[in-house]
Nanobody
Framework: QVELVESGGGTVQAGDSLRLSCVPS????????MGWFRQTPGKEREFVAA????????HYADSVKGRFTISRDNAKTTGYLQMNNLKPEDTAIYYC??????????????????WGQGTQVTVSS
């Protein structure tokens, strides 16, 4: 059974940092693109960042560019999302996803086949 497990969420103040982790099981992690998405109540799940299987290419939403860094350690089969200078508008449930999206679809939820259960990030002002 393929599974992704996120961790590292929590409640912080504006300007603080958090690092989310994504640990897969049942999937050959190093062959998949890893993405991070987030969702708030009543809104659609939105793209945050993605990193290709070899770790050489990254993509970011404009809203997080310069503050968030996506990375992966294929040896440890773990993916990360380092979030710095957090803002209240970053408050959401963050989801890790794995898939093989083509470039034009890398920011779309439908391009990812496997999802984690999500981890809550709350940023207070």
């Amino acid at each position: 059974q393929v599974e992704l497990v996120e961790s590292g969420g929590g409640t912080v103040q504006a300007g603080d940092s958090l690092r989310l982790s994504c640990v897969p099981s049942g999937v050959t992690f190093r062959t998949y693109t890893m993405g991070w998405f987030r969702q708030t109540p009543g809104k659609e799940r939105e793209f945050v960042a993605a990193i290709r299987s070899n770790g050489g290419t990254t993509h970011y939403a404009d809203s997080v560019k310069g503050r968030f860094t996506i990375s992966r350690d294929n040896a440890k089969t773990t993916g990360y999302l380092q979030m710095n200078n957090l803002k209240p508008e970053d408050t959401a449930i963050y989801y890790c996803a794995a898939g093989v999206p083509i470039l034009s679809a890398i920011r779309t939820t439908s391009a990812y086949r496997t999802w984690g259960q999500g981890t809550q990030v709350t940023v207070s002002s």
